[in-house]
Structures are given as structure tokens and as C-alpha cells.
């Protein structure tokens, strides 16, 4: 699931969805993807704490002020004036210093994650930040207190997901050979016609959902990965053991989007099987087919009798990109 520290949580439900100004710092909670960056130890009332700033935020401020980002063949302490001077914005609206002995680190393991951004500019360059072990009070000296009726105004932040209808396996050949008109047979996660459907929330992790008329959405199963859900009911194929396999017959798992639904994100931290919530979004007027997360085509939903099929409408593979 979204990982989010306890230091964040009330930031979540104060902060608007567009974020906030204060002073030179945009503060907002979003998702972060997986990246690398460059860490900082600052040092706020003899506590320190983390920032880490994106990888090609510091390199593109390096290479503008002295023409490298190469931290090995810059001055330690140039390199700290560098440092200080880029940070500047969020060390003066906190009362933070930097830390002179702890050098700059790579940080190349962020997780993919929901956390507080905070953003700010200096000559056209953009900064982008994320801070790990807050020192007390940290945060509350940028933003000060903020009142209860800001809490009541700006809701948690809303975050949409893909609803898939169902997927099926198709070899390379396969779909090398598919044109407009055709039509592909779907193995369907649930019943369909009473809201069966799979949702993929952040972190990559899948849940079996029911939705309701009511505009409610059960949870009934999560898992790790799709490959278990698809070989739910439909055993996904397998190499029958032979030495050799041709390139055409290999195997592609797609997806068929429905639609989108919208949850809040504060309902999701502590989510688990049988939790019932409200949710909105719409479904689209065609089914959107993905392939590792990428769109391949669009087509039109149609039912014969138990059995459902998409008629291509739009497809974007090429014998090329096949």
C-alpha cells in the first residue's frame, strides 16, 4: 500500500489538493514514483533530519553554477556553498542549518510513495524535496498553526485509479496480427453486470472490488501482484517444458480498463479486505486496453449471453513495435 509517515498524516488532511504557498515553499501531498536524489543532513535545534532532492533538480543547479554536477571533482566546500545556497528557500523558512560534515549522499532507493512535496525556485532552477526523520516542530515553524476551519474546508486528498474489467493472453503473433474491426475474448475478474471489477491502487497492488449502485466500493480480495488475479478461475499458460520456444508464441497479459474511480487516500492507509467506501468516478464510453501499464488500443464493450469481447475501434501496435 502508499507509504506515509505519522509525521505527514495530519498534513494530509489540511493541506488542499493544489497544495499550499507559504512564503517561497509550495507545499503539496502527492504520490511520489520511484527516483533517484541526492541527500542533505540538516540540523534544526540539534536534531537532524533528511532532505532529499531529486536527482536531476540538483544536477541541472550544479551544472548551471559551476558546470558539473560531479561531486567528486568539486571543492568540499564549495560544494557546501552550493548546497546551502540551493536549500536556501526551506533552511530560512524553518530556522534549519545545514549540516557542514555530513556531505551530500546518492539516495537512490526512494520507494514509491505518498509524501509531502515541498517545491521552491531559485533563478528559474526548481527544487523539489522530500524530508525523512523531521525534526520536532520542524514542519510547524515553515507552515505555523493552522486552524480547525482549515481543516474542515480542504478534504483529503482524492486519487484516481484504473477499474479493469477483465484481461486476456494473447502470443505476439497474435497481436501483430489484430486490425480495427476484430474483436478479443475477455476472461472477466467478477460478474461484471452486478460492479465485479479490479482496481490497481498505488504501490502496484490490485484489489477485487464490488461496486454498488449506491456508489459504494467492498473490498474483497488485495494481493501483491496481478499475475494472481489473473490466474484466478483462468490459469495463465504456461511453457509446456520444451528446450526451445519461438519468439512469436511468447505470451502478453492485457488489460481492459472500464473506467476510473476516485477514493479518498486517507481511507486507503489502513485498508484491508471486507472495508466498504465511497467512492465516485465514471465509466468511459469505450474500454481502453493496456499492456505493462502502457495503452495499446481502445474498443467497444459487447456481451453474447455469459461471454464478453471488445471490437477494436483504435490500435496503436505495429508490426514494428510488436
Known amino acids: 500500500m502508499l507509504r506515509l509517515t505519522n509525521e505527514e498524516l495530519p498534513w494530509m488532511d489540511i493541506l488542499p489538493p493544489e497544495g499550499a504557498t507559504i512564503g517561497e515553499l509550495t507545499l503539496r501531498m502527492q504520490e511520489y514514483p520511484v527516483q533517484e536524489g541526492v541527500l542533505f543532513t540538516i540540523n534544526y535545534n540539534n536534531e537532524l533530519g533528511r532532505v532529499w532532492i531529486a536527482e536531476q533538480c540538483w544536477q541541472r543547479w550544479c551544472e548551471g553554477l559551476i558546470g558539473t554536477a560531479n561531486r567528486s571533482v568539486i571543492d568540499p566546500e564549495l560544494l557546501y556553498g552550493i548546497a546551502e545556497w540551493g536549500l536556501a528557500p526551506l533552511l530560512q523558512a524553518s530556522d534549519a542549518t545545514l549540516d557542514q560534515n555530513e556531505p551530500p549522499t546518492v539516495c537512490s532507493n526512494v520507494p514509491h510513495q505518498l509524501t509531502l512535496n515541498i517545491k521552491w525556485m531559485i533563478e528559474e532552477h526548481e527544487f523539489h524535496s522530500i524530508i525523512f526523520k523531521w525534526p520536532t516542530a520542524f514542519l510547524r515553524n515553515i507552515v505555523g498553526e493552522l486552524s480547525a476551519e482549515s481543516q474542515q474546508i480542504y478534504p483529503a486528498l482524492p486519487l484516481e485509479v484504473p477499474v479493469y474489467l477483465g484481461w486476456c493472453q494473447l502470443t505476439l503473433a497474435e497481436l501483430e496480427s489484430i486490425e480495427i474491426g476484430m474483436g478479443i475474448r475477455i476472461h472477466c475478474f467478477g460478474d461484471i453486470r452486478i460492479g465485479g471489477f479490479v482496481i490497481q491502487l498505488p504501490g502496484r497492488i490490485y484489489a477485487r472490488v464490488l461496486l454498488t449502485a449506491d456508489n459504494m466500493m467492498k473490498f474483497?480480495?488485495?494481493?501483491?501482484?496481478?499475475?494472481?488475479?489473473?490466474?484466478?478461475?483462468?490459469?495463465?499458460?504456461?511453457?509446456?517444458?520444451?528446450?526451445?520456444?519461438?519468439?512469436?508464441?511468447?505470451?502478453?497479459?492485457?488489460?481492459?480498463?472500464?473506467?476510473?474511480?476516485?477514493?479518498?487516500?486517507?481511507?486507503?492507509?489502513?485498508?484491508?479486505?471486507?472495508?466498504?467506501?465511497?467512492?465516485?468516478?465514471?465509466?468511459?464510453?469505450?474500454?481502453?486496453?493496456?499492456?505493462?501499464?502502457?495503452?495499446?488500443?481502445?474498443?467497444?464493450?459487447?456481451?453474447?449471453?455469459?461471454?464478453?469481447?471488445?471490437r477494436i475501434t483504435r490500435w496503436y501496435l505495429s508490426k514494428n513495435t510488436v
Open 220 to 310: 474483497d480480495e488485495l494481493v501483491q501482484d496481478i499475475e494472481t488475479l489473473l490466474a484466478q478461475g483462468h490459469p495463465i499458460s504456461k511453457s509446456d517444458g520444451a528446450f526451445s520456444v519461438e519468439l512469436e508464441q511468447l505470451t502478453q497479459s492485457l488489460l481492459f480498463e472500464i473506467g476510473r474511480a476516485s477514493v479518498e487516500i486517507g481511507q486507503l492507509r489502513q485498508l484491508k479486505s471486507g472495508d466498504v467506501l465511497p467512492v465516485g468516478g465514471c465509466f468511459a464510453p469505450e474500454v481502453t486496453i493496456r499492456a505493462n501499464d502502457r495503452i495499446i488500443g481502445q474498443g467497444e464493450l459487447i456481451a453474447c449471453e455469459n461471454e464478453f469481447m471488445v
